[in-house]
């Protein structure tokens, strides 16, 4: 089976219906954009020369062109590698090498950059600029027939962010990726045909692995005109378009609820919010529930096995009846129906109810491997077992709380320390817009926890008001040891707080004098 068959079911139920807009203008019917990837892909296969299985790059920003490129890939039987358009030239080199793409699709703003890239490598890679005339010509001549992949043949190469090394390259099958679209009709939505997808996150990641539910659903997939996450742009296209639902990391859903546009929106504009990445802090998902209604789905997923561990529903979200409804906000919710999700020690038994451990995953949406990496395949792929590096604890419900990636543990004095837990409270105050927490050596100790606090505007909290809250909520030796008051915390482009930017500039600075023990 090939993950291009949705498109040609989407075609065929919902012809006539907008599939692709640019804005609030519409690009392509479903007619048309079946006909166009159709097209495009005898390109591939006749002009360039590509076999079923050879890799095709794609490094482009949000825009119509990067749906059409994605899926004609995959009706020629080829494998897509997108890539993250705010890499460095380096990383992009790596990337095209290292996955062996033979064709690289570029929007104008990055040409320049892959050309540079492409230039230095072994292996010619040719590329294709959208907007020229070698990328129009694409879209004339005859269609050809859709090619037939097995389930576990590669559909996707899916590359982490290199925050720890090398990015490596996940690999996402045929079956990985329907898999994943099942479980989001049984356990995320249902939506009705005529509605919208926007994506207003990169297309690379999160955001592009939503396309399949909402194109089987009918939807029209909506890029906004500026190419990145605008909240007012967003409002418009929003209300433009209707019955919208959008992935979201947690500080662009706070971006949006802090926004003035977002009291333009009109009833029925905003179908959902799925959030991901990392859980929002209870008091952010309490505001934003406030202000924008019951239109929340948490997912917690990794690359490795797409969007797919665990879920807290839109139901769950609305339970405020409930005697535990704070902590089931605080949680990542309860496993997908397509994944068995475990929680165990460094042997694999199961951790009792409570006590934290490893998350592990198996079912169909995980991984065939990392590519040409045997090594990290046989670290995270035990037996059927995806080990994801995160650390949680089940409740006696089955709700699954994340602590931390378990590099971001703090040991202090031999106890640990998740940064999270202090997160949350620091949070709970007025005063603080944004926070994180890492650990710093400690001589005595291991390691500290160091608090980066973001003011909240004309606020003037200070350390001792923080020591005094995280005191009232939490274990006196969890309590940050030194407070950072920064202007802003680093992000990457998908709203993840930079840890690792965090410990390096604690690396950097000398411990400054008086601060507690």
């Not at 539910?213 to 029209?220: D, F, I, K, S, W």
């Not at 789905?297 to 990794?302: A, C, D, K, T």
């Not at 009792?352 to 670290?379: C, F, H, K, Q, S």
């Not at 939490?474 to 202007?487: N, T």
Request: proline share 6%; charged share 20%.
């Amino acid at each position: 089976m090939n993950i291009a068959h949705l498109l040609l079911g989407a075609a065929r139920a919902h012809g006539e219906r907008p599939a692709l807009a640019r804005g609030a203008g519409s690009h392509s019917t479903y007619r048309d954009f079946w006909r166009q990837v159709a097209v495009m892909s005898t390109h591939l296969k006749h002009r360039f020369g590509l076999k079923p299985g050879e890799r095709v790059a794609l490094a482009m920003t949000n825009g119509v062109e990067a749906l059409e490129a994605m899926y004609a890939v995959w009706h020629a039987g080829l494998v897509a590698v997108p890539i993250n358009a705010k890499l460095h030239p380096r990383e992009f080199a790596y990337i095209l090498e290292h996955s062996g793409a033979r064709l690289c699709v570029v929007t104008p703003d990055l040409a320049t950059t892959i050309a540079e890239a492409a230039a230095g490598l072994k292996a010619l890679v040719e590329i294709v600029e959208t907007g020229t005339r070698s990328w129009t010509f694409m879209g004339n001549g005859d269609p050809s027939a859709l090619v037939e992949r097995a389930p576990e043949d590669l559909a996707w190469l899916f590359y982490t962010s290199g925050t720890t090394g090398r990015p490596k390259g996940a690999m996402l099958t045929h079956r990985n990726l329907l898999a994943m679209t099942l479980n989001y009709f049984a356990d995320i939505d249902r939506p009705a045909p005529g509605g919208s997808i926007l994506h207003a996150a990169p297309v690379s990641h999160g955001s592009g692995l939503w396309n399949f539910p909402l194109l089987r659903a009918g939807a029209v997939q909506v890029f906004p005109e500026s190419g990145k996450y605008d909240v007012a742009e967003s409002v418009e296209l929003m209300n433009r378009w209707g019955d919208c639902s959008i992935f979201l990391a947690p500080t662009m859903v706070k971006r949006l609820v802090e926004h003035p546009a977002v009291a333009e929106l009109r009833p029925g504009a905003l179908r959902l919010i799925t959030y991901g990445g990392a859980p929002m802090y209870v008091s952010d998902l309490k505001r934003a529930l406030g202000t924008l209604g019951n239109v929340l789905v948490q997912l917690y997923g990794q690359g490795e096995s797409p969007m797919t561990i665990t879920h807290l529903s839109r139901e769950e979200h609305a339970r405020r009846d409930h005697p535990r409804w704070e902590a089931r906000l605080a949680s990542a919710g309860l496993p997908d129906s397509c994944v068995e999700v475990r929680v165990v020690d460094e042997s694999g038994r199961p951790m009792p109810v409570g006590e934290p451990g490893e998350i592990v995953v198996a079912g169909d949406t995980v991984m065939a491997g990392y590519l040409e990496n045997p090594d990290a395949t046989r670290r995270s792929l035990r037996g059927r077992w995806l080990w994801t590096g995160d650390v949680g604890a089940f409740d006696a419900d089955g709700f699954l709380t994340l602590m931390d990636r378990s590099k971001d543990m703090i040991i202090s004095g031999g106890s640990n320390i998740y940064p999270r837990e202090i997160e949350d409270v620091l949070n709970l105050h007025e005063g603080v817009a944004e926070c994180s927490v890492v650990g710093r050596p400690h001589p005595e100790w291991g390691e500290e926890a160091v608090a980066f606090v973001v003011r909240r505007g004309g606020a003037t909290v200070g350390p001792a008001e923080l020591d005094a809250l995280c005191l009232a909520h939490i274990a006196r030796f969890k309590r940050p040891k030194d407070y950072r008051f920064v202007e802003a915390l680093p992000k990457n482009n998908y709203g993840k707080i930079l840890k690792t930017d965090l410990r390096t500039q604690l690396a950097d600075a000398p411990r400054a004098p008086g601060e507690a023990d």
